[in-house]
């Protein structure tokens, strides 16, 4: 088998683009399917607090790969992709977990939700301006390997982190966070795992 043929049936598909089959979260107001991609959030009304819509199955090592196109227009803009977390108990409606990070200061690094609340590490700002693509669709991959964590947006690695902690688990839900305190919109599509 070619390596290429075996990329792609190594290759699964976690949305389908129609339903929310394998995902949960708030589908009611905050997470909407719109062209083919899970929309949150709004840009006429204020996102209250936090929402994530997260995969009802957890993943140890992977590669992670999407698209996301973000706008905003009041606020605090700011979305991500979490891997390796957990709901939280209070309030429900958080994450706890690693966050491939979106917004601005915050685009391509690596944050701690809801544990240490920090950026445990990111681009510089030359190298986001130079590869982000605003209000467009954009490409992250996220590497995890046994506490080895890289991101990557449109091709280019603005992480490569290993977790010093090894109380930290490396292994859990992933999701995607609309942030609260913002009228912002985000999409996320073509969302493709492949697990090592």
């Known amino acids: 088998m070619s390596s290429a043929a075996f990329t792609a049936c190594a290759q699964v598909a976690l949305f389908d ?4 089959n394998g995902w949960e979260g708030d589908t009611a107001k905050t997470w909407k399917i719109v062209d083919q991609a899970l929309t949150g959030g709004s ?10 819509i997260c995969t009802r199955k957890s993943y140890a090592n992977y ?7 973000f706008s905003g227009t009041e606020g605090f803009i700011n979305g991500g992709v979490q891997f390796h977390s957990v709901r939280a108990k209070d309030p429900a409606y958080e994450m706890i977990g690693y966050q491939a ?6 685009w391509a690094s690596l944050y701690d939700e809801s544990r240490r609340n920090k950026t445990l590490i990111g681009p510089d700002s030359a190298t986001v301006k130079k590869i982000l693509k605003p209000n467009e669709w954009n490409e992250y991959e996220i590497r995890s390997e046994n506490g080895h964590i890289r991101i990557f947006l449109n091709g280019t690695q603005t992480v490569d982190y290993t977790e010093p902690d090894k109380s930290i688990p490396q292994k859990g839900l992933i999701a ?3 942030h609260g305190g913002g009228k912002a919109l985000i999409a996320y599509k073509d969302i493709y795992i492949k697990e090592l």
């Open 101 to 106: 990070d979106l917004g601005n200061g915050y």
């Open 63 to 69: 590669i992670l790969k999407l698209k996301f196109k």
């Open 43 to 52: 840009l006429t009304e204020m996102v209250p607090h936090n929402e994530f």
């Open 176 to 178: 995607f966070q609309v």
């Open 17 to 20: 683009g129609k339903t929310f």
